[in-house]
């Protein structure tokens, strides 16, 4: 038994390894799970994330945790209640339940320098009346394996033993973000991993930065950056588009646009366009950690499928309705109340089977029988916006796509373009000769999904539907309006059956969502994804609809 | 048994609004107008005229959008309308420039912007026919509109009626809309801005 157990490890491993060796890429599975032996460490990281505040601390603490984690993974932190990403207590307790892990806790900041500082070689001071120096320490910090420090953690550095090997304290003073970062890309980037790059955006005029994502730029050796998406940031925009041509084809954009600088919907539209797959965001936590440890030994995904592929079902004269969350799993409602007490569907980021396998497993074991998994990105192997990708890259990024699909069980694509409109302005849809490539890329899927806001593609070929959501639950729309929209949408598609297709946004809770639809006629009827696909593709209610020229765009200028 | 309470009560707020408006359409006894063409207010109230703000404190919720903004101008018989939709650093705008003395007036209009969250769009070159009066001695502006709307399903007539009500300051202004396809009506309520 233990003998088939360790040949399934090392094929594991070999596995893993031979994709290292053939994209130099994927640092899953990097370390041997029959190692596990040594010393891991967690510790609680608290508030303070503006540039203003202690932001200094939390990021040599981001900075520590990426060079421990080049040994090993051995150093886990558990976010505040409030952190975006809700799952990283759960994830710990699935590691110490899972996996045995008993994880030494570091009460202070000292405690974790003394205990993990000898990983770093000396240390950068980044300057905190320059933001952006922020970003070229973590680079260097990658590179070199320093320590980044602002000027307050200078003593901690040195208490440790570090010496100063840079100082960007007044370096950069009065320079524009082009002029910063062209230096940076002067001293860094030759050296920089090119296989990935990571956007560290920010809220409130960039006054609060949530970097949680550098501990993995640095374990990459990656360029760290917010460089524009904007065309209007003509000198950002050069050094942006140098860096997404000097990587290597179909690279990692981790992190998350600026919000003071560009948009959502310019910063993808630019990354897809040169074929780049871009996993969010610059708040994701532990990844350093998270990718070294794989999925338990003998664990498959599986999924919730309550029809066969081939089945066919047939609608009645009703309405039936359909829910989806996006946005990622470890940000939404999963973790609230509620979830099982109806159908829904949600998006397992695909990525995270290798950048974060344990939550992509956690996910999986506490789901409800009424928990159905879609898509293993958006429009490919990450977010994607299909209409810049270049065709030359479309194919092989579906195909990774592809393995993602069967590696998680799913059988459902999921198509999101913003790059010529959003759910306010101009479209979301997509020209028929794209969803004819889809149509070919995808020929096991039981349908296809788009949009995020509402939007208007809509085919049915050979009984597999291609259906764009028709509402958007937002936020704050509060439940009596919700469902007089629902009833309105009910009032102008009079024909039944009538597929609604809704995107519940991230953090409406289950119970929430429930609650609102209890309150619709009884003629509307709550079913898993997979079975409205199967109806809706043996219905001839829908009807098909591509983007046309005279279809309104906006390239999301604001 | 609490739904089917709901809905009489719906509907029998949605009756008694109908009610309402029927009455004020074109045979207000307080103002004299009886609906007849030749006797419509055609000049446009002045006091209109101005810069108007939502008050989300005390309106239908209008999300996407965080809020609404009125530019309004008169002249003679003919109204502008100009609401310009924003959320964030997105604004978008749509001018209703409507004649009073006309029987109707086509607006034309690129983006359904009174529903974002449903599925439900302008087809191309389209836009709204509305009938635009002036009632309770020029306090009201009434709209009727008509229009189409596409889904997934195809083409679907819609209809709404729509006043503009002055209040006696002058400083406030409350829109109410109802809608053939909805039903819930839609109140706005505006502030004059300085």
Known sequence: MKSLFSLSLSLMLISAVSAMAGNN??????????????PMYSMEIGEGWYIDEDIGEIAMLLSLQGLANKERPQLYYVYPEDWIWKITRSLKAFYENRWGFDFIELSSPEEALETLGHHATGYVVWDKDERLTLMLAFTRAGLDNVLVVDEDNISRAEAIGLEMVEDYRGQFNGMTDAEIFEIAMDRYWERSNKDIAVWQGGFFHSRRMEPAIADYGIFRGAFQTDLSANPEDVEEMILHRRILEELNPRSLIMGWHSYSK??????VSLTSSYGHIMEGLNSLPNISFNTQIPFTPGFEFRNNHNVEPDEILIPEEKVYISLIQTDSMGIGAWELEGRGEIPYAWQPTGGWSWLSPAAVQYFNESATPNDYFIAGGLSGPGYMYPKPIPEEHFWP??????????LLDLRVMEIMDYSEGNRHVGNQDLPEELVDRYYQAFPDVIGFINGYGAARTFDNRDGVPFISYDYYLGLGRPPEEVVADLE???RLNQKRPYFLLIHVRESQSVGHVASILNTLPDAAEVVP??????KAGQADTIQRRFLSEDDPVDYNPY | MRKTIRILLSAAAGISLLIFFAGCDGNDSDTGNTGNTSNRITQANPNFAGKWELRTDLSTAVDPWRTIRLDIDVDGSVIDIEKTVTTGRRNTTENYRMDTANEENFVPIAVWLDNRHIGAFLPHNSGKTIRADWLDDGQTLKMESSYTLETHQGETPVRAYIEYRLSRGGDRLTMLEIRS????PILHVYERQQ
């Open chain 2, 181 to 184: 396809s909805r039903n819930r």
């Open chain 1, 397 to 406: 990024l579906m195909e990774k796509t592809k393995a993602r699909h069967e």
């Open chain 1, 488 to 490: 309105e949408l009910m």
């Open chain 1, 262 to 267: 560009d948009t959502e919907g310019q910063h």
């Open chain 1, 25 to 38: 890429r994927s640092y899953a599975y990097a370390y041997d799970p029959e190692e596990f032996d040594f």
């Open chain 1, 529 to 534: 994804l997979d079975i409205f696909l199967k």
